[in-house]
């Protein structure tokens, strides 16, 4: 059981590339997130979904696009990258946004560090 | 208003010390409040959670302490262990549960020994 599989790992850009910043998960949650982590500052939600073809904008959606054509598959696109958007990115599931005992939370990917110069 | 804040950003504690780490809120409709702990290159996990029915909550050397007057809760790590070095986020989820949950800035723990 994978749980939640981010790839890569790791990724330099140059201002003004794009990529896409993959996220899978294999436990049929229906709800997904994309979080972004810069030192001090928590973390930031960018966009999250509720479920295959639905989407909406988090606290920090600007320079971020998303996709939900499948239950498991959450990407995160970064279109015209700029040096701001150098941070630790976390994909997360959930069954809901709230999950109490014994549904244990979020589960969280390992994170995509991106640079971009 | 849909804040969480957190205090201290960093904390250093002595082997088998006590950690305390402190998180308030604003708004009343807040009723779930999760703590999660994030290990160096690894994503945050759920750690341990509390609504605000009960004024404190433990599990094993963890414990949330919770004062719904004073809109705060916080978090204590008893006996505190190298192995507990890690970054811990307090968060929480107004009772609609409509929302994703909001995450405090979270506090960087170290245990010397």
């Known amino acids: 059981n994978a749980g939640v599989t981010q790839t890569p790992k790791f990724r330099i850009l140059k201002i003004g590339q794009s990529m896409t910043l993959q996220c899978t998960q294999d436990?049929?949650?229906?709800?997904m997130y994309w979080y972004r982590q810069d030192p001090g500052m928590g973390l930031k939600l960018i966009y999250y979904s509720v479920g295959a073809g639905i989407t909406d904008k988090g606290e920090v959606p600007n320079g971020y696009n998303v996709s939900r054509s499948t239950t498991e598959d959450f990407p995160l696109r970064l279109e015209l990258a700029a040096p701001s958007q150098t941070s630790v990115y976390f994909c997360a599931s959930s069954y809901r946004f709230r999950t109490e005992a014994p549904i244990r939370g979020y589960t969280f990917g390992s994170g995509t560090r991106l640079t971009v110069v | 208003q849909q804040q969480v804040k957190q205090s201290p950003q960093s904390l250093i504690v002595q082997k088998g010390g006590i950690s305390i780490i402190n998180c308030a809120y604003e708004n009343t409709a807040f009723d779930y409040f999760p703590w999660y702990q994030q290990f160096p290159g690894k994503g945050p996990a759920l750690l341990i959670a509390i609504r605000p029915d009960v004024s404190e909550k433990k599990e094993g050397r963890f414990t949330i302490s919770f004062n719904k007057s004073a809109k705060q809760f916080s978090l204590h790590i008893m006996d505190s262990q190298p192995g507990d070095s890690a970054t811990y986020f307090c968060a929480a989820s107004p009772d609609s549960g409509n929302t994703p949950l909001v995450f405090g800035k979270g506090t960087r723990l170290s245990v010397i020994a």
């Open positions: 436990m049929n949650h229906n709800y």
